[in-house]
């Protein structure tokens, strides 16, 4: 086992056997994102995008009541309201949103009770969402007279349209878990008590598969998520080439061959 330091106790990093964990340990408030973790954030998803064990990300909320409830509210009054504090705000959301942007390795997010707010917004930052059945969703800012950033409008449009992006904005109402599943705002809903089972199952059977591979797909879709005219497709294609150029592609074809489970190392 693997820890991170992360600089502060409200958001924990670990790893084991090529899967990492980040927890969100605010469970006093729900794990609502204080000032400390959205700071700390960029760095841990730098480190562990940058550490050659780690080949599956999943983040988690700690406790049973909540996977992120939202940004910490307690303290809007003293830096979401002044234009100086906001910028402030902005700048370090933004430089979340490009550590997002830069992971190469795959990310579930791992979801029971309130996802709300900034919670929801990060766990759109994942490639896969599973819920448990107890999982709620919203984002609250209509209730709460604070604008909403184009980027967050954006990111859940991309995953669930306009109509539903319309309807949990305007309206500000929460979802169920069975809700989010139609709206497709998650792959899949298990009950409770079967949510951490559901993700570490799917979290090592993505870790024991060709590293390069999973980069190159990852890649794939992340320029897909791009405007045509800016997709980098070179790029795309110079990582589907290294998968065939790799020494896992060849152990691929020779535990084929021998009826075993492939040993991947990432080159």
Known sequence: M???????????????????????NNPAKRNALSRDMQAALPGV???????????????????????????????????????????????????????????????????????????????????I????????????????????????VAALTAVVGAGWTAEILFSARRLSAAEALRAGLVNRVVPVDRLAAA???????????APLTVAACKAALRELARPRDQRDTAGVAALVEACFRSEDYREGQRAFAEKRPPEFRGR
């Open 2 to 24: 693997t820890s991170y330091h992360t600089g502060t106790e409200r958001l924990l990093a670990e790893a084991d056997g090529g899967i990492a964990t980040i927890t969100f």
């Open 45 to 127: 998803l730098r480190a562990l995008d940058a550490d050659p064990d780690v080949r599956v990300i999943v983040l988690r909320g700690a406790g049973d009541k909540a996977f992120v409830s939202g940004a910490d509210i307690s303290e809007f009054a003293e830096h979401r309201t002044s234009v100086e504090d906001r910028a402030d705000y902005d700048r370090n959301r933004a430089d979340a949103g490009r550590a997002w942007a830069e992971v190469t390795k795959p990310v579930i997010a791992q979801i029971r009770g309130f996802c709300m707010g900034g919670g929801l917004l990060t766990a759109l930052s994942a490639d």
């Open 129 to 152: 969402r599973i819920a448990a059945d107890d999982a709620t969703f919203g984002v609250p800012a209509a209730r709460l007279g604070l604008g909403y950033p184009l980027s967050g």
């Open 199 to 209: 993700v570490g199952d799917l979290a090592g059977q993505i870790a024991g598969n």
